[in-house]
T-cell receptor, first 113, second 117 residues
Framework: DSGVTQTPKHLITATGQRVTLRCSPR?????VYWYQQSLDQGLQFLIQ???????AKGNILERFSAQQFPDLHSELNLSSLELGDSALYFC????????????FGPGTRLTVL | AQKVTQAQTEISVVEKEDVTLDCVYETRDTTYYLFWYKQPPSGELVFLIR??????QNEISGRYSWNFQKSTSSFNFTITASQVVDSAVYFC??????????????FGKGTSLLVTP
């Protein structure tokens, strides 16, 4: 158990819908990262937050957004969902926004029908 | 461009065999970190090791060992006396200290290891 929690574990929804994925980092970690794992793209970095502020963006679509709250949990919002958004979404946390080890949550498997 | 290359897509071995998973990386940064993660069939990503670019000393942890060679930009992972529980997808990843991606991990495509009894 990495100490990073993600909810829900599974999510099934329809095209055009909006969903919110939630992540709680390990106790004491201030930095949160979101990654997407799909069969065709592999593991891709989406976005990073540190202590409530966005620090870096990767290959995140404009339909996707995220935020980190004062209690340090983070939410990833996916809207206008398409079939191609079906993937495993991981949250990771580290102590600082540095090359510290990132510990991953169990992931949320999103299926868009 | 792919910064981390894991050329072996799938490897199948018989239990107790030794197996080496290859990882080649590409970076212009002088300060970087390399990682290995394991993804068992249950799907979670489990951290195995982190090495920085200034420490080329090989590391051994039980049946696992890692060989880091800057001269060939490689960070290979060897499992000695493999076991069925080692069956998983293994990812090599790179984090660069001076990247504009906030220390995000650049993952390879992964190597799927199947260990059969």
């Amino acid at each position: 158990d990495s100490g990073v929690t993600q909810t829900p574990k599974h999510l099934i929804t329809a095209t055009g819908q909006r969903v919110t994925l939630r992540c709680s980092p390990r106790s004491g970690d201030l930095s949160v990262y979101w990654y997407q794992q799909s069969l065709d793209q592999g593991l891709q970095f989406l976005i990073q937050y540190y202590n409530g502020e966005e620090r870096a963006k990767g290959n995140i679509l404009e339909r996707f957004s995220a935020q980190q709250f004062p209690d340090l949990h983070s939410e990833l919002n996916l809207s206008s969902l398409e079939l191609g958004d079906s993937a495993l979404y991981f949250c990771a946390s580290s102590l600082r926004p540095s090359t510290d080890t990132q510990y991953f949550g169990p992931g949320t498997r999103l299926t868009v029908l | 461009a792919q910064k981390v290359t894991q050329a072996q897509t799938e490897i199948s071995v018989v239990e107790k065999e030794d197996v080496t998973l290859d990882c080649v990386y590409e970076t212009r940064d002088t300060t970087y970190y390399l990682f290995w993660y394991k993804q068992p069939p249950s799907g979670e990503l489990v951290f195995l090791i982190r090495r920085n670019s200034f420490d080329e000393q090989n590391e051994i942890s039980g049946r696992y060992s890692w060989n880091f060679q800057k001269s060939t930009s490689s960070f290979n992972f060897t499992i000695t006396a493999s076991q069925v529980v080692d069956s998983a997808v293994y990812f090599c990843a790179l984090s660069e200290a001076h990247s504009n991606s906030g220390y995000a991990l650049n993952f390879g495509k992964g190597t799927s290891l199947l260990v059969t009894p």
